[in-house]
């Protein structure tokens, strides 16, 4: 009996909030989507990690926790609310106010006179709060599923960007020939075809700040871009870096070409 639950955790593990029990079928191959910050010089969409920021906060943030995030994360270089005003993302004000937002107990080690947890509201150096206070509590309101981090998510998957994307925009109505256990949704992307989580983006549910249409497929875009980014916020200084090394070699081959003609031109063979 031990082995058995053992087994079913490690399957749950292996998938995007669900697991692949009672269903039949081929998984189908990521979809092929351009991402703006593809390639050597590509660089992140920065209205589209803000927007995503807003998917994962009005949509993800129920079910999915963000551990490695702090608040602060978001004022960084790079990041959906970076603003040149405020080089130190804690005293962002933007940064402020969304972690100003949360009340809660941040710390068990902070306690009053009567030694209860001090309840206080979040600060920039706060970790994003998570959805559950354990394991137990996030499986029991999941069907048994336990919604995955979503700190690497993009960089834990194989296919990174475009499985999440086709995961998103891959809910289909279940074949004839399949046997879905219940409480499970299928999705051709996720390995077996069913997966447990509810299809979490439908058209109309979030209304952008910008005035962007929310389509399914460009929230799907958007959010995905926002884990992109958080799991690596310095893409863009490494490829900037990367640029600048290969700029400087290219010089320092001339250099050492001319430096080699130089030395050589008197030279009578």
């Known amino acids: 009996?031990?082995?058995?639950?053992?087994?079913?955790?490690?399957?749950a593990a292996l998938g995007f909030a669900g697991t692949?029990?009672?269903?039949?079928?081929?998984?189908?191959?990521?979809?092929?989507?351009?991402?703006?910050?593809?390639?050597?010089?590509g660089t992140y969409d920065r209205q589209s990690v803000q927007r995503g920021y807003q998917i994962y906060q009005e949509v993800c943030a129920s079910c999915h926790s963000m551990d490695l995030m702090r608040f602060r994360n978001l004022a960084q270089r790079g990041g959906p609310f970076e603003e040149e005003a405020f080089p130190n993302p804690n005293d962002n004000p933007v940064v402020m106010q969304i972690a100003g937002s949360y009340t809660r107990v941040w710390d068990q080690?902070?306690?009053?006179?009567?030694?209860?947890?001090?309840?206080?509201?979040?600060?920039?150096?706060?970790?994003?709060?998570?959805?559950?206070?354990?394991?137990?509590?996030?499986?029991?309101?999941n069907g048994g599923a336990y919604p995955p981090d979503l700190s690497l998510i993009v960089k834990a998957r194989s296919h990174g960007e475009n499985y999440i994307y086709s995961l998103l925009t891959g809910y289909y109505d279940e074949p004839e020939d399949s046997h879905l256990a219940p409480g499970m949704y299928y999705n051709p992307y996720f390995a077996g075809g069913a997966i447990a989580m509810a299809p979490p983006l439908a058209e109309g549910i979030i209304e952008y700040a910008d005035g962007t249409e929310a389509s399914v497929e460009q929230m799907a875009e958007d959010v995905t871009?926002?884990?992109?980014?958080?799991?690596?916020?310095?893409?863009?200084?490494?490829?900037?870096?990367?640029?600048?090394?290969?700029?400087?070699?290219?010089?320092?081959?001339?250099l050492v070409y001319l430096a080699y003609r130089q030395v050589w031109a008197n030279v009578k063979h």
Not at 1 to 11: D, E, L, S, V
Not at 109 to 118: I, Q
Not at 233 to 238: A, D, L, N, Q
Request: proline share 8%; no cysteine; hydrophobic share 45%.
């Open 1 to 11: 009996m031990k082995m058995t639950r053992i087994f079913a955790a490690a399957i």
């Open 225 to 254: 871009t926002f884990l992109s980014w958080a799991g690596d916020p310095h893409m863009e200084t490494r490829k900037q870096m990367g640029v600048m090394v290969l700029l400087y070699l290219l010089i320092f081959a001339i």
């Open 20 to 41: 692949a029990l009672g269903a039949e079928g081929e998984q189908y191959p990521p979809k092929e989507h351009h991402w703006h910050h593809d390639g050597p010089f």
């Open 109 to 141: 080690d902070e306690v009053n006179d009567d030694g209860d947890p001090v309840e206080r509201a979040g600060l920039p150096s706060d970790a994003f709060p998570a959805p559950f206070a354990n394991a137990q509590m996030a499986r029991a309101s």
